[in-house]
């Protein structure tokens, strides 16, 4: 079945479909093109592509190392492989104005439904982290204006974040989070929340979607589905938990094969060989070899 059946075109309309839907959408962050066909057949309706984890993953930290090849390059691969809407992390937009303008057609070209673009200084830091800088207002307003005036697609998804909060406080977050939607952006994503009451304060400010981050060791405590629905807040995001969870399993892994001198205790916890091979469609491609051109698999279109 090589890549997903669904058009970009068509996964960008799916998204504005379930961000209005009323409904709290919750996407976690898929660290590969594999992991993000894990995420479609748990359930989920659609995949975040972290920056944090896109940075990581090159072995760098996340303040802005990476170019947006390597970001638009890796998150095409990943929203390729997924018949969900796919929303990328793209930073600053890699720099002012009419970087930002480019950043969002090549993400465009390159299959994500969306993207978001925060209001950090260049180079950015980790949202959760402490001594972040902020661009004064009409810097920020002039890269969502970019943004929205770039899309070629009018259904692809700009999100503005705002990193106010731990830079200058609540209040401050709230009159930004009012000026960037009035700017054009299609949702908002207000960056290191305190409490739900700070992301209730946000959600009554705005009538677009918001995005709460349940990004582990942050700010706030993780907030559940219910609790953060119960605020109407629409799209809940768990940018870095599938890494996390991955390279700790990697390295209780390596130990034990240090340790034990085999990884045979840790086999129970492995994804079987007949399991990968279900996710990668393995009986498709044998199907093609014997002649049978039919890549449609049972249960995914
Ligand atoms: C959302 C975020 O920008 C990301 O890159 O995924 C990070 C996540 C993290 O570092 O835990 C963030 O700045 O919150």
Same mark, same amino acid.
């Given at each position: 079945?090589? !890549?997903?059946?669904?058009?970009?075109?068509?996964?960008?309309?799916?998204?504005?479909?379930?961000?209005?839907?009323?409904?709290?959408?919750?996407?976690?962050?898929?660290?590969?093109?594999?992991?993000?066909?894990? +995420?479609?057949?748990?359930? @989920?309706?659609?995949?975040?592509?972290?920056?944090?984890?896109?940075?990581?993953?090159?072995?760098?930290?996340?303040?802005?190392?990476?170019?947006?090849?390597?970001?638009?390059?890796?998150?095409?691969? +990943?929203?390729?492989?997924?018949?969900?809407?796919?929303?990328?992390?793209?930073?600053?937009?890699?720099?002012?104005?009419?970087?930002?303008?480019?950043?969002?057609?090549?993400?465009?070209?390159?299959?994500?439904?969306?993207?978001?673009?925060?209001?950090?200084?260049?180079?950015?830091?980790?949202?959760?982290?402490?001594?972040?800088?902020?661009?004064?207002?009409?810097?920020?307003?002039?890269?969502?204006?970019?943004?929205?005036?770039?899309?070629?697609?009018?259904?692809?998804?700009?999100?503005?974040?705002?990193?106010?909060?731990?830079?200058?406080?609540?209040?401050?977050?709230?009159?930004?989070?009012?000026?960037?939607?009035?700017?054009?952006?299609?949702?908002?994503?207000?960056?290191?929340?305190?409490?739900?009451?700070?992301?209730?304060? +946000?959600?009554?400010?705005?009538?677009?979607?918001?995005?709460?981050?349940?990004?582990?060791?942050?700010?706030?405590?993780?907030?559940?589905?219910?609790?953060?629905?119960?605020?109407?807040?629409?799209?809940?995001?768990?940018?870095?938990?599938?890494?996390?969870?991955?390279?700790?399993?990697?390295?209780?892994?390596?130990?034990?094969?240090?340790?034990?001198?085999?990884?045979?205790?840790?086999?129970?916890?492995?994804?079987?060989?007949?399991?990968?091979?279900?996710?990668?469609? !393995?009986?498709? !491609?044998?199907?093609?070899?014997?002649?049978? @051109?039919?890549?449609?698999?049972?249960?995914? !279109?």
């Amino acid at each position: 079945m090589l !890549y997903s059946k669904s058009t970009p075109e068509q996964k960008r309309v799916k998204l504005r479909e379930i961000l209005s839907s009323g409904t709290l959408q919750q996407f976690p962050g898929a660290f590969s093109p594999l992991s993000a066909r894990l +995420i479609e057949e748990k359930g @989920f309706p659609g995949v975040y592509i972290s920056g944090a984890v896109l940075a990581n993953d090159l072995g760098l930290p996340d303040i802005g190392l990476t170019t947006l090849t390597e970001v638009a390059t890796r998150a095409g691969q +990943i929203a390729r492989m997924t018949d969900l809407p796919a929303i990328v992390d793209a930073d600053t937009g890699f720099g002012e104005a009419m970087n930002v303008a480019r950043s969002v057609q090549e993400l465009e070209n390159a299959g994500l439904a969306g993207c978001h673009i925060e209001d950090q200084v260049n180079p950015k830091r980790c949202g959760h982290l402490d001594g972040k800088a902020v661009v004064d207002l009409d810097t920020a307003l002039q890269r969502i204006r970019a943004a929205a005036d770039a899309r070629r697609d009018p259904n692809f998804l700009i999100m503005a974040r705002t990193d106010v909060r731990a830079a200058d406080g609540l209040e401050a977050a709230v009159e930004r989070a009012k000026a960037l939607v009035d700017a054009g952006a299609d949702a908002i994503f207000p960056e290191a929340m305190a409490s739900l009451e700070e992301f209730a304060a +946000i959600r009554d400010a705005v009538d677009v979607p918001i995005l709460a981050n349940m990004t582990e060791f942050g700010k706030s405590r993780l907030f559940t589905r219910d609790e953060l629905a119960g605020i109407g807040v629409n799209l809940v995001i768990y940018p870095v938990t599938l890494l996390r969870i991955a390279m700790g399993a990697a390295e209780r892994t390596l130990d034990t094969i240090r340790a034990d001198g085999t990884q045979e205790a840790e086999v129970e916890n492995m994804l079987t060989r007949s399991r990968l091979y279900e996710l990668v469609d !393995y009986e498709a !491609y044998n199907r093609f070899d014997t002649g049978v @051109f039919n890549f449609q698999v049972p249960g995914r !279109y």
